[in-house]
């Protein structure tokens, strides 16, 4: 998939609450693709088969069944939901970036690889906000060094 826009509130002429317009990305690195895991894309083409069903398929991943955008105090509410219903602590929805980026840097990615996914313009951005990870893969750098020269392996 494609990252190409954002969505984002906007207050009414009126001043009485707000629409959902599209607008363009912040920087030019925004537009970007993005892997998906199988898991991921199975949860898109279930949402899309549910679109299908009520005969109104969405202009955008993330669209109501009419074809609208996402109210993001909804998404919340619900991701507020599936966390206590899951036995965890609240945490904001842009948490789940953070983790993302923290478990990629644990699995071994490479910081450009994960600094291009969440469309950061310099490898420095990622490097700073993501620096307590690094430690201790430094850590465990040195010791898997070590076990080239002594033969251990890991299991």
Same mark, same amino acid.
């Given at each position: ?11 009414r ?7 959902l ?13 993005v892997?998906?895991t ?5 949860g ?15 202009p955008?991943?993330f669209?109501?069944m009419?074809g609208? *955008?996402?109210?993001?105090? +909804?998404v919340?509410k619900? *991701? ?12 904001? !929805?842009?948490?789940?970036?953070h983790?993302?980026?923290?478990l990629?840097?644990a699995?071994g990615?490479?910081?450009r690889?994960?600094?291009?996914s969440?469309?950061?313009?310099s490898i420095a ?8 990870v690094l430690?201790?893969l +430094?850590r465990?750098?040195a010791?898997? !060094?070590?076990?080239? !020269?002594?033969?251990?392996t890991e299991?």
């Open positions: 998939r494609a990252v190409a826009g954002s969505i984002r509130p906007v207050t002429a009126n001043g009485k609450g707000y629409q317009t599209r607008e363009a990305p912040k920087t030019r690195r925004s537009v970007r693709t892997g998906l199988a898991l991921a894309r199975a898109i083409e279930e949402q899309r088969r549910r679109q299908a069903a009520a005969g109104r398929i969405a955008t991943l669209a109501t009419t609208g *955008f996402l109210d993001p105090r +909804n919340t619900a *991701f507020q939901r599936e966390l206590a219903t899951a036995g965890l602590p609240p945490m904001r !929805f842009h948490d789940l970036r983790c993302y980026a923290t990629m840097l699995a990615v490479p910081l690889v994960i600094q291009a969440l469309g950061h313009t951005t990622t490097a700073a906000i993501y620096a307590h430690p201790e +430094n465990q750098s010791e898997r !060094f070590d076990d080239l !020269f002594t033969g251990r299991g």
